[in-house]
């Protein structure tokens, strides 16, 4: 393999180039050549370019390194997985006559379509990398001579970004003809562009209208394939075809998540997964994405395993106004899908943990820095991680941290005079403060942190991992009667009574809340359980269909294992606390 252009062409590639054109002079002689015997249209932008590859496959090449590309999302799907998804497409007898690669790259899944489908006219395949628009130009040109009698349509391999492509011309031109969007989008978030300074984004980048603070803390973070996906479907969605792109699985959710305001033309949604670390060496789940247009909305997306599609996965999606992760498991515990009485909270924000995360050893604190830090005692409190939260109960944190305010924006100037050792340590490390990234702490009193109020202090608490793939809840209880706190990859509800917060960690550890929680939530997300999931917990409803005997050998075990002596006197009250004052009171006593 040698490279012109910086793009890889196979000897047999440059042999014929070499042999067919190296008497051509005009561009227009030598595109003529090329379009009668490959059918790709416009091969050469102009003569200099005709004159550079004469030039070059005239001499032995270099081998030139890859630049980095990260933000052009850039994995190259192989050629055999690219084979195995157009195969996979006939045996749905799909037969496009139209097929549309978005982003093309080096242009496998064009190759792989010529040589998969029958009665294709055209092809356009549009690439924003220059060295790649000509690769798979060399791609198709050595597809053709190893298949010399394969047919030939008309191919066009345009250099341009997506964002300033023009679709509707294409729809417009073959609105009659079946399609075919095929390929796989760029693996990239707006977040990780914005990080490069990258201008690879749609014009509008707040397509999903996320409000200032959704983008800031990460909710109006989407990946540029979940745009183009979406951007393919708005554009061919009254034409006759079908979708089949390579997306991360989180596209696939978001879309089927969207269908439910949005109402899409498309239906027989498919999820195919794919192995990414073997075809990508990525550890990002990511699975084929296929739908057909110009459809009644669909609501759910069937799920497979791509390489064995006897091995069929729950389905996911809509089932009237509830979104659930598996249609077939939900029924069992759909009753207490509703809305928890008590609000979820995340835990404690602060990005600065070289200097907020704390050690104690041999009696003093120790930062991330590895110093020895001396600080009064007030404002410290124990911290709880993810990693913490596999136990059960707990009372003895293993890390510390300093709450610098009591609720978010609260000033902090009263450290300087009650706590002046705290204060010289923090001041001496403003430096890193300061660099915190995140657009949360601009303009905000020093050493602010994110995820304090009130609920913080709750001397009782019961607390999940975000992270975790399959629920446990833990219940933290105060150490020397100072409470607990929580980092912010944990949610919890915190209470005032032991009781409340045992009968609430009972009532989230038991087997239908499991089974709910295993039908609403992916475990391929990047935080399994969010406020928003376990905002669906209907506790409520849950206390009241529980068995009382069953409660009953809970906390017996709780009050034998943790030498507790609790009752279930408080039951009544629990059910009271969360009860919903009826609107008919709110009036009598306003
Ligand atoms: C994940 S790769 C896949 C390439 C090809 N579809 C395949 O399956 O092998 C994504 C491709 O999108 C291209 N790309 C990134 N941003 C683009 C843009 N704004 N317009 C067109 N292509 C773009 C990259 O250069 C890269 O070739």
Redesign the pocket.
């Known amino acids: 393999m040698m490279k012109v252009f910086e793009a890889n062409i196979t000897h047999q590639v440059s042999d014929y180039l070499n042999d067919n054109l190296k008497n051509v002079v005009s561009v227009e002689k030598a595109n003529q050549k090329i379009y009668d015997a490959f059918g790709i249209m416009y091969f050469f932008d102009n003569a200099e370019d005709l004159q550079i590859l004469k030039e070059a496959i005239s001499i032995p090449q270099n081998i030139v390194s890859e630049p980095d ?1 990260t ?7 192989n050629i055999e997985l ?1 084979n195995k998804v157009a195969f996979h497409l006939t045996t749905k007898n799909i037969l496009p006559e139209i097929i549309i ?9 064009i190759t792989a379509s010529l040589k998969h489908f029958s009665n294709v006219k055209k092809i356009f395949g ?4 220059k060295p ?1 628009v000509w690769e798979s130009k060399f791609n198709i040109l050595d597809f053709y001579l190893s298949n010399p009698t394969e047919d030939k349509p008309e191919i066009s391999i345009i250099h ?4 300033d ?1 023009d679709f509707k011309t294409i729809a417009k031109e073959n609105g009659t003809k079946e399609i075919l969007i095929t ?5 990239v978030t707006n977040s990780k562009l914005g990080s490069l300074n990258s201008s ?1 984004l749609p014009k509008k980048t707040n397509f999903k209208n996320h409000n200032g603070l959704d983008a800031m803390t990460g909710k109006g973070n989407f990946d ?1 394939a979940e745009y183009i996906t979406l951007m393919m479907i708005k554009n061919f969605q009254h034409q006759k075809g079908n979708i089949a792109l ?1 997306v991360k699985n989180t596209v696939i959710k978001n879309i089927v998540f969207d269908q439910f305001t949005k109402k899409y033309p498309i239906d027989n949604i498919e999820k195919h997964c794919i192995d990414s670390k073997k075809e990508f060496n990525v550890s990002v789940e990511a699975s084929l994405f296929y739908c057909r247009l110009n459809s009644k909305p669909a609501f759910h997306c069937a799920e497979f395993d791509f390489y064995n599609k006897s091995k069929a996965r729950p389905s996911f999606g809509w089932l009237s106004d509830k979104f659930v992760s598996n249609i077939d498991t939900y029924s069992n515990a759909e009753r207490i899908d509703g809305k928890c009485p008590f609000e979820w909270r995340q835990g404690i924000k602060h990005d600065c943990s070289a200097i907020m995360e704390l050690d104690k050893m041999n009696g003093h604190f120790v930062n991330g820095l590895k110093e020895e830090v001396q600080l009064e005692n007030d404002l410290v409190y124990g911290i709880l991680k993810s990693s913490d939260l596999k136990n059960t109960v707990i009372n003895e944190p293993r890390k510390y941290t300093i709450i610098t305010q009591k609720k978010v924006g609260q000033e902090t100037n009263y450290i300087k005079y009650n706590y002046p050792k705290t204060y010289k340590y923090l001041s001496g490390h403003q430096d890193i403060f300061n660099s915190r990234k995140s657009s949360i702490y601009n303009n905000k009193p020093l050493f602010s942190i994110f995820g304090i109020g009130d609920y913080s202090f709750k001397p009782y608490k019961v607390a999940i991992s975000g992270l975790y793939k399959t629920s446990h809840f833990t219940l933290i209880l105060p150490q020397h009667e100072k409470p607990v706190m929580l980092d912010d990859t944990c949610y919890m509800l915190g209470f005032d009574k032991l009781e409340f917060a045992v009968y609430s960690f009972i009532l989230l550890n038991c087997k239908t809340t499991t089974q709910f929680l295993q039908s609403i939530t992916f475990a391929d997300a990047k935080r399994t359980f969010t406020k928003d999931v376990l905002m669906r917990i209907d506790l409520l409803e849950l206390a009241q269909s529980i068995d009382k005997s069953e409660l009953q050998i809970e906390l017996n075990y709780i009050n034998k294992t943790y030498n507790f002596d609790l009752t279930l006197s408080c039951w009544r009250d629990f059910i009271n606390e969360m009860t919903p004052i009826q609107m008919g009171q709110i009036e009598l006593f306003a």
């Open positions: 590309r933000e052009y999302g850039d994995f190259q799907t690219a690669e978005p982003t093309c790259g080096k242009g496998n899944f549009i690439e924003i990398y790649y341009s970004s997506i964002f492509f390929g796989n989008p760029p693996w690879n540029i390579l």
